[in-house]
């Protein structure tokens, strides 16, 4: 009888259930693994976005080089002037007065003209206000490309045929990607800057795509072509369509168009004076980065992860700000004023010029045509173009030969 006891114990002990602290273990390891599969799938559909983003952007600069290279539609750039990226320097007047190209990048100036240094100036949003802004400007109401207006003794007037005033100007309704009213909702819109590039002084342009704001209110009964636009009944009282994308020019802060602020204007290409230095490669000072009439601006182009386009055609990265230390061989170009980043892809020696790079627009008439500052010109980064919320796809595209 003991023995057949002690059978049946040894059985019921074997046959135990899991206790109640083995469960709470089993469950509590169980929704860590959840946790971390939970967390892994927001990452996965971001990078998928990511890249789907990337494609589109891709297929929306496909079809602004194909806009911008028909010459017939909108822009025929086979009219632009042999006088376009000489700008005029020191004041002078007449054909001696424009030196040989710069090569730098010329964008639509919708705003004033701040200076830097002693020989040049760069256009950049003019936050003045809405009585502050010239009859030349009003293309920043409504985002027309168009440089016909230009008067910036850096982005001198293309000279377009004035009898063909369409041939100068391209819309918003013709940059938005996909195409309004086309099946598909617009989401994408694209600006060019253009420049004379150093290998031939053929005509370049530059495409930035940037997702439009996707703040903006479509009201009932209409779509986001409509409103993008002014079709339909959208708006009935005036035909003003809303912005794709929208600064304030009091402030020069990225805002959504509502429709009714006066103030707000297209939030086009924006560009800046640069400087670089031999001893850093991957550092880019922005001079007078902390000028509160360019701060904006400053603050767009140095953002992390922004995409800035040099003048010599290079797309850089920023990565984060530097870290200057007093001891620092150029500490006292660095600091003050200035504001310095680090970016990503690093220049190269001969991109360096520092503060010397004003030494390649000398005003003396002797040095405006002499061949000797061609590759001056071409060489020294001073110049970035960006736009004020980081763009999708940056394109360049030779359109032609010079005449």
């Known amino acids: 009888m003991m023995q057949g006891s002690c059978f049946e114990q ?30 892994v799938f927001p990452a996965v559909i971001a990078e998928q976005r990511k890249s789907f983003s990337v494609i589109e952007g891709q297929n929306a600069a496909n079809a602004a080089q194909a806009l911008i290279s028909s010459n017939d539609e909108f822009i025929n750039f ?8 000489r700008p005029v320097r020191g004041g002078m007047t007449g054909a001696g007065s424009r030196e040989r190209f710069s090569y730098e990048w010329v964008v639509p100036q919708f705003g004033a003209s701040y200076p830097f240094g002693s020989a040049w100036t760069s256009p950049i949003p003019g936050f003045v206000g809405s009585n502050g802004l010239a009859a030349e400007f009003a293309g920043s109401e409504t985002g027309l490309w168009s440089f016909n207006s230009n008067d910036s003794s850096v982005n001198p007037t293309i000279s377009i045929t004035r009898t063909s005033p369409a041939l100068a100007q391209i819309p918003v309704s013709a940059r938005l990607f996909p195409q309004p009213y086309s099946g598909k909702k617009p989401k994408y819109v694209w600006d060019i800057a253009l420049r004379r590039e150093p290998a031939g002084d053929r005509l370049q342009a530059a495409i930035f795509v940037r997702r439009i704001d996707a703040r903006i209110r479509v009201p ?25 994308v929208a600064i304030d020019r009091n402030n020069g802060r990225i805002t959504v168009d509502d429709g009714v602020n006066p103030d707000l204007v297209y939030a086009g290409l924006q560009m800046l004076e640069v400087e670089v230095y031999e001893e850093h490669l991957d550092w880019l000072v922005f001079p ?17 992860g922004q995409q800035l386009l040099d003048n010599t055609g290079v797309l850089h990265t920023v990565m984060g700000p530097a870290t200057i230390d007093q001891n620092d061989p150029i500490f006292a170009q660095v600091t003050g004023q200035n504001r310095v980043v680090v970016v990503d892809p690093p220049f190269t020696a001969q991109q360096a010029g520092g503060v010397q790079t004003d030494d390649a627009r000398s005003t003396a008439t002797q040095f405006l045509n002499d061949p000797a500052y061609d590759d001056i010109r071409a060489s020294w980064v001073r110049q970035v173009v960006f736009t004020p919320r980081t763009p999708v796809t940056i394109r360049l595209v030779t359109l032609e030969e010079s005449r």
């Open 288 to 304: 007078d980065g902390r000028n509160p009439m360019i701060d904006s601006s400053v603050g767009f182009a140095s953002q992390i």
């Open 78 to 85: 086979a009219l632009i002037s042999d006088d376009f990226n």
């Open 220 to 244: 009932k009964g209409n779509s986001l072509s409509d409103v993008l636009t002014g079709g339909s009944l959208f708006n009935p009282l005036t035909t003003d369509p809303i912005l794709p």
């Open 10 to 39: 040894s059985t019921q002990t074997r046959r135990r259930g899991f206790s109640l602290i083995e469960v709470l273990i089993a469950i509590l390891v169980l929704a860590i693994g959840l946790l971390g599969l939970g967390a």
